[in-house]
């Protein structure tokens, strides 16, 4: 049989479906053309900024390396440049397609402007000041990008240069996100995840890194209970497990959306305890005293990788199962075996939760067991009950 050929990679100007029915259902079709000139120039840049990884540039240790030397400067340079290329493009797309006034109208000129003639026409100026806004922090952006990576303290040190250009690559694609949703929203109520391009996938990473997060928390308590009751000969190998932990978390695919200096903290803690792991014995305090205060900074980051990114995804998630579990309850009244597959089904769609609620999560991980060990109709009936009840005692704030 041969084999399947990889997926092919959309084309870098591509749209979201949602995006491209909008724009075909305009009426102005002078503007919509525009419109999507831009919005192809956003997706390119977007694309650019999302496909460029800087972790394989990252330090790999938290030793001194010399800084950020002339050889990292050469093998990012090419990267960096094809970013800002991408950004400044768009930028000038903006400017083609929208020229900005040459003087702006006002009462304070002498001049007057008359009103819109019609919603139309105020929707188009809307658009106009959203894009001409956006495009100038942006140029701005690019600006302030070059005077950063000139600072002696930027330069002189791998890990800073690196926090440095991930934040800058972030406040990019955030800000270009921003052009595209509030340009599509002007003329229909639209999710941001519908129009802007890869902001679904960006979703996905942080949904999929606060899951990995919740895993890492879990199984670094359970080693701190197992060295709070072993003997302190037996503590030096339970350091050295929570460290190949560590590294295990940041070598996931996941861990691509974890910022430069979160990961900077794992590999600090992580060569702190391979330290620790070299020792005959350790107190019993020791781990604890190490890992502890991690696992509040984990929560805190993932409390705002929720906050930021996730409030909307997870209330969608939520009444997706919430939909789910009304469909299995009709199910169960009318006998049909329906109710097992609609309730494996919400089962999989609630993993996208994960991380939200440790009881959730204690939950959930009993009920992927009971779905995939197959359901009689007294065990769907109890999962179902479970599940509503969990469902609904999530911290939605």
């Known amino acids: 049989m041969p084999a399947p050929k990889p997926k092919s990679r959309p084309p870098q100007d591509a749209l979201p479906a949602r995006l491209e029915s909008l724009l075909e259902a305009l009426t102005d079709r002078h503007l919509a053309d525009r ?8 997706a390119v840049a977007i694309d650019r900024l999302g496909h460029l990884s800087i ?3 990252e ?31 768009l930028v000038s797309a903006v400017h083609q397609e929208f020229p900005p006034p040459t003087r702006p109208v006002g009462l304070g000129d002498g001049g007057w402007a008359p009103p819109p003639a019609s919603s139309d026409e105020r929707l188009a100026q809307e658009v106009e000041a959203v894009l001409h ?15 950063q990576m000139r600072r002696p303290e930027v330069v002189s040190d791998r890990w800073t240069l690196m926090a440095e250009l991930q934040a800058f690559r972030a406040d990019f694609r955030v800000r270009i ?26 979703l996905g990473a942080r949904a999929a890194l606060r ?22 000969r037996a503590r030096p190998a339970l350091a050295r497990q929570v460290a190949e932990s560590l590294a295990a978390f940041v ?14 903290q794992v590999l600090e803690l992580r060569a702190r305890l391979l330290d620790m792991a070299t020792q005959a014995e350790l107190a019993p305090d020791a781990l604890p005293g190490l890992v502890e205060p991690y696992l509040t900074a984990l929560d805190e980051q993932m409390e705002e990788v929720t906050r930021t990114w996730l409030v909307v995804h997870d209330r969608a998630v939520w009444a997706t199962c919430g939909m789910k579990l009304e469909q299995a309850d009709m199910h169960l009244s009318l006998g049909s075996r329906g109710a097992e597959r609609v309730l494996a089904e919400a089962v999989e769609a609630a993993g996208a939760l994960q991380g939200r ?26 999962l179902l009950t479970r599940f509503q009840e969990r469902l609904a005692a999530l911290p939605f704030s």
């Open 35 to 42: 419109m999507e000139r831009v919005h192809r120039a956003a």
């Open 55 to 57: 972790a394989k540039y």
């Open 59 to 89: 330090p790999t240790s938290v030793e001194a390396d010399g800084g950020a030397d002339l050889s990292l400067w050469e093998t990012m340079a090419p990267a960096i440049g094809d970013t800002l290329v991408g950004v400044n493009q």
């Open 133 to 147: 806004a956006i495009a100038d922090r942006l140029a701005r952006r690019v600006a302030e990008l070059g005077q």
């Open 177 to 202: 996100g921003d052009l595209v949703y509030l340009t599509a929203s002007a003329f229909a109520d639209v999710r941001r995840e519908e129009v802007v391009p890869g902001y679904a996938h960006q």
């Open 211 to 232: 899951a990995a997060a919740a895993d890492l928390r879990r199984s670094l308590q359970g080693r701190l209970e197992r060295a709070a009751k072993a003997e302190p």
């Open 251 to 264: 070598s996931l695919p996941a861990s691509v959306a974890l910022r430069t200096p979160q990961k900077h």
């Open 357 to 382: 609620s440790p009881p959730f999560d204690a939950f959930l991980r009993k009920a992927r067991q009971e779905a995939g060990d197959g359901l009689e109709e007294a065990g769907a009936r109890e």
